[in-house]
């Protein structure tokens, strides 16, 4: 396929949420994007979404130049789907591969559709009852991100996310989308608008399931 202005073109997906995003960029613009249709099946959706955004826009695994991933944070299990997933690729293409805070990505969209301004929040779903939060301004990270309850950072301040639609009573003025987009993702890593992070997933949370420690050695 032709590529844009870089010279490259970039496979973007995200796994922090619920569903699974795919899109691929040519180096000017997004050519193609999918979005799973069914919640928490990132193992199994992952690699058929990227297969038919490859074919979607008529290009195959080989012409990918680099790798971007949503960095989370996010539940453990989606987050390690698309990181580990995206080191593979890397390796098997020796393409670099960039990571995103999925967070900063919804920040740029946001004020890139103009849907927020100045100051804002963005608020997503970390379960058990909070949420993954981080401030900003004009679209820049400038706290966070955090794993916290609602009731403890309530705003009045836009709320970009899912985080108003959980919780109203903490955040009742919503802004923005609600999920994050690969297409948005790849504009960022292409246009380098947020940080640009090793890929290694943001938990902030331990897993519910972890190793038990080590007995001490008898002295």
């Known amino acids: 396929m032709a590529t844009g202005s870089l010279g490259g073109v ?3 997906f995200d796994t922090a949420t619920p569903l699974v ?19 928490m099946k990132h193992g199994e959706q992952l690699a058929p ?4 955004v490859l074919a979607d826009a008529g290009a195959v695994r080989q012409d990918v130049t680099a790798v971007a991933v949503g960095a989370g944070p996010g539940p453990f ?8 997933t995206a080191r593979t690729l890397g390796l098997v293409l020796e393409v670099p591969v ?14 890139e559709t103009g849907a927020v301004a ?3 929040l963005v608020a997503t779903d ?16 400038v706290e966070g991100p955090v794993v916290t309850k609602p ?15 959980l919780y109203p009573e903490a955040f009742p003025r919503p802004g923005g989308p609600t999920r994050p987009s690969a297409g948005w993702l790849a504009r960022v890593v292409v246009e380098e608008r947020a940080e640009l992070l090793d890929p290694e997933p943001l938990y902030l949370r331990r897993p519910d399931a972890v190793a038990q420690h080590a007995p001490k050695p008898v002295s």
């Open 98 to 111: 960039y990571a995103v805070c999925t967070l900063d990505v919804l920040a740029v969209e946001a004020v």
């Open 126 to 141: 970390a379960r058990r009852k909070e949420v993954y939060l981080a401030s900003y301004d004009d679209g820049v990270r």
């Open 77 to 84: 299990t989606g987050l390690r789907v698309g990181l580990v």
């Open 118 to 120: 100045g100051r804002f």
């Open 49 to 52: 979404l990227v297969e038919a």
């Open 10 to 12: 970039l496979l973007a």
């Open 151 to 165: 009731a403890e950072v309530a705003s009045d301040l836009p709320v970009v996310g899912e985080g108003p639609a």
């Open 21 to 39: 995003t795919v899109a691929l960029h040519d180096g000017e613009r997004v050519v193609a994007e999918r979005l799973s249709e069914r919640p």
